[in-house]
Structures are given as C-alpha cells and as structure tokens.
Nanobody
Framework: QVQLVQSGGGLVQAGGSLRLSCAAS????????LGWFRQAPGQGREFVAT????????YYGDSVKGRFTISRDNAKSTVYLQMNSLKPEDTAIYYC??????????????????WGQGTQVTVSS
C-alpha cells in the first residue's frame, strides 16, 4: 500500500509560479514511476508529467512543456512539480500518482495505482 500526501497549490496570478509536492509512505517508492495529472471542472483527467525511478526519463504533456518541471528526491520519498509562467487555463485540481507495475513511465491515468488527495491550483488573469 502506498499513501501519497500532496502539499502546495493555491491561488496565483497569471505569469506566476507554484510548486507542488507529493510525499509517499512506501519504502519501495524509489522504484516507482511517478506522475502528475490535472482535472479541470467538467473535463477528464489530463496528463501533466511523468518521471521514472531515477529521473533519467521524463515526459510532459504538450500544454505544459517548457513551463513545468517534474523532479523527485528519493531520499525524501517526494516528487515535485515546479510550475512557472502559469496561465488561467492551468487552473485545475492536480493529482500525483504512483505506478507500481509495470515499472515504466506512462501518460495514461489508468496505468497508475495510487493517487494523492488532489490539490487546487487557481490561476487568475
């Protein structure tokens, strides 16, 4: 069982920055691919970013490329999402997720087994 606890988020003006964190409880966390997804009102869950176990493989959704950065600190069992140059269309609930099997990265939400509680990010224009 993996518990993911998110922190960060909030309200920011367009062009601003926020950092989300997601801390895991599992000892085997360091071997799992991790991802960030978001869901805006009335929309499906959208892929944001994913990272493999050592940070050597990273992918981003097209809408956030060049603005968001995913990273992880396995010693702290934490994954981060640094969000820069935020836009109103980035407004959504953001979720972190862990993928326990198979151990390769994915941009599909249904490939992830454990999810954080979600955190609201609101970008005002």
């Amino acid at each position: 069982q993996v518990q993911l606890v998110q922190s960060g988020g909030g309200l920011v003006q367009a062009g601003g920055s926020l950092r989300l964190s997601c801390a895991a409880s599992s000892r085997t966390y360091s071997s799992y691919p991790l991802g960030w997804f978001r869901q805006a009102p009335g929309q499906g869950r959208e892929f944001v970013a994913t990272i493999n176990w050592n940070g050597g493989e990273i992918y981003y959704g097209d809408s956030v490329k060049g603005r968001f950065t995913i990273s992880r600190d396995n010693a702290k069992s934490t994954v981060y999402l640094q969000m820069n140059s935020l836009k109103p269309e980035d407004t959504a609930i953001y979720y972190c997720a862990a993928k326990t099997t198979p151990l390769y990265v994915s941009s599909y939400a249904n490939g992830y087994d454990y999810w954080g509680q979600g955190t609201q990010v609101t970008v005002s224009s």
